[in-house]
């Protein structure tokens, strides 16, 4: 599928949502996937939010996870099985360097974020949705008096 985002191209795209398949937990058959335009969307919306220096930052990230796994596996991020993707973002995760451990907590970060953000997400982790959008909202606190009253 061709991309029309700003920060997302095809490449990007798809490397983000290969990540996201592999850090956000799988709910079952009835929960909304992951890897699909709804939170590569949400991703986007959080991204333009950033100033450039951190979208440039992100950009070069999301390319050292897709081509950095040619280096231990001989094939890109988004051309390994779901096992190797794992053992490679968990290499990430628990790197002796920081820099690799930070990056890994960030797209991380990114992906959790971007899945828990889709509406069709919340019922599965019990999630009402934002009070103030509720048709019957909870009763307001009783009146607390003051101990100096």
Known sequence: MKSNSPFFTDSRRATFLALAARVVPDEGP???????????????RLIAS???PTRKKLRLLLGVVEWGAAVRFGKRFTR?????????????EC?????????????????LLSFYTREESWPMIGYPGPVLDRKTADPPAPNVRSRDA
């Open 30 to 44: 009835i929960a909304p996937g992951a890897a699909s335009d709804a939170t590569l969307d949400a991703a986007e």
């Open 80 to 92: 390994l099985h779901h096992g190797e993707q794992e053992a490679y973002l968990r290499a990430w």
């Open 95 to 111: 790197s002796r360097l920081q820099l690799f451990r930070f990056g890994f907590s960030s797209l991380r970060n990114l992906a």
């Open 50 to 52: 950033q100033d450039e």
